[in-house]
């Protein structure tokens, strides 16, 4: 049964419509006008179009950031997506972890970005929850008075510096160097900060967990199901991903389906510092990425094949060395 972890009064979060100008040298954004609510923000989120997709002016609904975290366990590297059913396109994808920009933060997208990690990448041990580190500071830990976090082993953060073209917050440059991109369906800007997460040695029987806030009779309600994890491991190999997802429970990797599987538009392709898919298919992405599809596994019949091919080839070689 699902654990509620937190309920939140959704008039408390405020952002702002966003001025964009965008060339070939760097984009910059500022916020324009009065904060608005959610709602508001949602009924922004409308299509638009560019003609240029390197040089441009647009007002924006929003800004959100999404972090293509790596998670570094037992020697091995893997990307970290979420599950994400979306009411306002009506689909489900596995994304990043991501969120919208409060406005007082439209400075600091890298401190929302951390923010979103702690509330919705959740690290289960037998011995309790993970804390977690970014630099040299504690991460806050957002469901303390349903959960029992560990006072030891926490784990680390560690953001990465893009190279990616310049963006600026008003006339301050973001020094991560984050990929950014506008998304026209939704008439957002994105920020995609590079971070790596570190899970010390100690740690054993690891179990990850997606949270996300869903709007309930006027509260927006935090669930945890360890039912539907909702957290899912793509491996890396030199740094290329694979084309392999699994969820990470008790330590133990456990394949994932994905057939008919759909990503969220951070995987699809980007002109300029514009995205224009709203999804694309696991399948495309893997071709586009230059990814092998792993081989399907042969039935009883099909290893039954090959072995009497190979017995006609020796048969036909034997043949052949005879004369």
């Known amino acids: 049964m699902p654990r509620t972890l937190r309920r939140t009064n959704p008039a408390n979060f405020k952002t702002m419509p966003l001025a964009v100008e965008a060339s070939p040298e760097g984009l910059a954004y500022q916020g324009v006008g009065m904060p608005i609510n959610f709602s508001q923000t949602l009924d922004k989120r409308r299509p638009i179009s560019v003609e240029d997709p390197q040089r441009f002016r647009l007002e924006l609904a929003n800004l959100g950031v999404s972090v293509r975290l790596t998670l570094a366990w037992q020697g091995h590297d893997y990307w970290v997506l979420v599950r994400q059913q979306r009411l306002d396109r009506g689909d489900v994808v596995l994304k990043l972890i991501s969120g919208y920009v409060p406005a007082q933060e439209l400075n600091l997208p ?11 990448c959740l690290l289960e041990t037998p011995e309790g929850w993970l804390n977690g580190r970014f630099k040299d500071t504690w991460l806050p830990a957002p469901y303390s008075d349903a959960l029992r976090y560990r006072e030891s082993a926490p784990f680390i953060l560690r953001p990465g510096t893009g190279e990616a073209l310049p963006v600026r917050s008003g006339s301050l440059t973001l020094i991560e160097r984050p990929r950014a991109y506008v998304h026209l369906p939704t008439a957002s800007l994105q920020l995609v900060y590079d971070m790596r997460m570190e899970i010390p040695k100690e ?21 945890l199901s360890r039912s539907h994890p909702d957290l899912y ?5 030199n740094g290329a991903p694979l084309a392999e997802l699994y969820t990470l429970r008790k330590g133990k990797l456990l394949p994932a389906p994905t057939r008919g599987l759909y990503l969220a538009e951070s995987f699809g392709r980007q002109e300029g510092w514009v995205v224009k898919e709203e999804r694309v298919r696991w399948r495309e992405w893997l071709s586009r990425e230059g990814v092998p599809a792993p081989a399907k596994p042969k039935t009883r019949l099909g290893r039954i094949t090959t072995r009497a091919k190979a017995l006609m080839r020796l048969a036909r070689l034997g043949r052949s060395s005879d004369r």
Do not use: F, M
């Open 110 to 120: 890298l401190h929302t970005a951390v923010q979103e990690i702690a509330e919705e």
């Open 203 to 223: 740690v054993r029987g690891l179990s990850l967990y997606h949270v996300d806030e869903r709007l309930e009779k006027g509260e927006l309600v935090t669930r």
């Open 233 to 237: 491991l793509i491996p890396l190999k």
